[in-house]
């Protein structure tokens, strides 16, 4: 991955966009601080004349704006600042590993660690760290102020790691405190602070929390203020749909189980990580009160990211590889779907990777994760996909906002979906060798938590 993400970079999506125009930012500061977003013919971006055209300032997140302006400012040009966005999701990728493997060690959930791990690298990360796209660094940035409430670190740098997540999406800072009250919530349950409850682990946190939630969202605002002189996202606003009860439900499903873009089977290994602790927390005896709550935060955040995503134009991320947009969130989940059924949840794991049930289930998340090797030549397969004319015809009808908006709803039969296209890569001596590092990787991994398994059956029994 390293390697395609360093000598085979691929520049497209709305990243692209966004590094063209942050070398608009520097000369309209030098002019004004506000309205910077305004196009030459006074619009700003957003739907204009019945279309959809960019402003001045392109409409997305400051995350990744933090890297390209000054980069673009001191001479970088597009493919070089596209290059170092990519190398970075590639660095984010590998540090949401090394997060949720410490996660799980540091809280005694051993058997989880590997798991974890393999949730997280079978995945349509695989793709998403090696294009500039900004989700693979988003899901990191959220991940990151759990990994700081359970590791407990000063308040000053729990401040810094809310502020970060929050701005990785206008959107996030309501699941970033959602997280960050889950993690908190779980401490008890894993052994700390039992006997003051959630209210002495809360209070600690509370207040690095407030001010890093206030600050990112202060940033954001005053970010949307210097593009469109409005504490909100003009061009986002402008493009907002009718929301239909209808559509709504049609986007669910589709988010859900369609083949082309659902999570169920872009993602099937972190579905079965979700399950696996809403099993553990159905099958074990839980404290009476707020703690038999807890396990089912991480299904409610997930549904209210999918609701919030079915009423917007394009949920499922534009031009992109399965369900972009979901994609960010699902990472801190995964990691707390372990981490809120603590021991529970281990010893669940613990008799699965230990039983035979354990390599049916390794061969379907080989299944899910060997189309993810479409990666290597994903650009081509989404050009046929969204813009040949054989699965999208043109022109787009009225009422959608964009084409791609268009061509995820649209769907005829006999088409291959996009997942089965990927999984042709498997056919090329590229793709063989991928196929190779993906079936490693699961046994590798697996075979690492039935040892883990073991040694911890071997240290109960010793113990006893």
Request: some cysteine; proline content about 8%.
């Amino acid at each position: 991955m390293l390697w395609s993400a360093a000598a085979r970079p691929q520049y497209l999506g709305d990243s692209h966009g966004l590094v063209i125009q942050s070398a608009n930012v520097v000369p309209c500061l030098k002019r004004q601080f506000t309205g910077c977003d305004r196009r030459p013919d006074g619009h700003f971006g957003g739907r204009i004349d019945g279309a959809y055209r960019l402003g001045n300032i392109s409409p997305f997140p400051l995350m990744q704006y933090l890297i390209a302006v000054p980069m673009r400012a001191v001479g970088f040009g597009v493919d070089s600042t596209l290059h170092t966005l990519i190398l970075i999701d590639f660095a984010a990728l590998l540090l949401s590993l090394v997060l949720a493997w410490r996660i799980a060690r540091r809280l005694g959930l051993d058997v989880w660690a590997p798991v974890l791990v393999l949730a997280l690298v079978i995945s349509p990360l695989l793709w998403y760290s090696t294009v500039a796209y900004g989700e693979v660094l988003a899901g990191a940035l959220l991940l990151l102020p759990v990994y700081a409430v359970l590791a407990k670190w000063p308040r000053w740098a729990l401040v810094a790691a809310v502020t970060a997540a929050c701005l990785s999406k206008e959107t996030s800072p309501p699941f970033v405190l959602g997280l960050v009250v889950l993690a908190v919530l779980s401490l008890p349950m894993l052994g700390d602070d039992q006997e003051s409850g959630h209210v002495g682990t809360l209070r600690p946190v509370a207040i690095p929390v407030v001010i890093g939630l206030v600050v990112g969202t202060s940033l954001n605002a005053a970010f949307n203020v210097f593009r469109y002189r409005s504490l909100s996202n003009y061009t986002y606003t402008s493009l907002a749909p009718k929301i239909t009860l209808g559509r709504t439900i049609s986007n669910l499903r589709s988010l859900a189980i369609h083949p082309d873009f659902g999570l169920l089977w872009f993602w099937p290994a972190a579905i079965v990580v979700m399950l696996v602790g809403l099993v553990a927390a159905a099958r074990h005896p839980w404290p009476r009160g707020w703690r038999a709550l807890v396990p089912l935060g991480v299904p409610a955040l997930l549904v209210a990211n999918q609701i919030g995503l079915a009423v917007w134009n394009t949920p499922f991320g534009g031009i992109a590889w399965g369900p972009r947009l979901s994609l960010p969130l699902v990472v801190p989940l995964v990691v707390l779907a372990a981490v809120v059924v603590g021991a529970r949840g281990e010893a669940v794991v613990s008799r699965l990777v230990r039983s035979a049930w354990v390599w049916p289930v390794g061969l379907l998340i080989v299944a899910g994760g060997l189309p993810q090797i479409g990666w290597l030549r994903a650009a081509p397969i989404l050009h046929r996909y969204f813009l040949h004319r054989t699965y999208c015809r043109p022109p787009t009808p009225p009422g959608y906002a964009s084409r791609a908006q268009f061509c995820h709803e649209w769907v005829t039969g006999g088409r291959i979906p996009i997942l089965l296209d990927g999984l042709h890569t498997v056919a090329t001596p590229l793709g063989a060798v991928a196929a190779v590092a993906v079936c490693g990787t699961v046994i590798g991994l697996l075979s690492l938590a039935r040892s883990e398994a073991g040694r911890g059956t071997r240290e109960q029994a010793r113990l006893r």
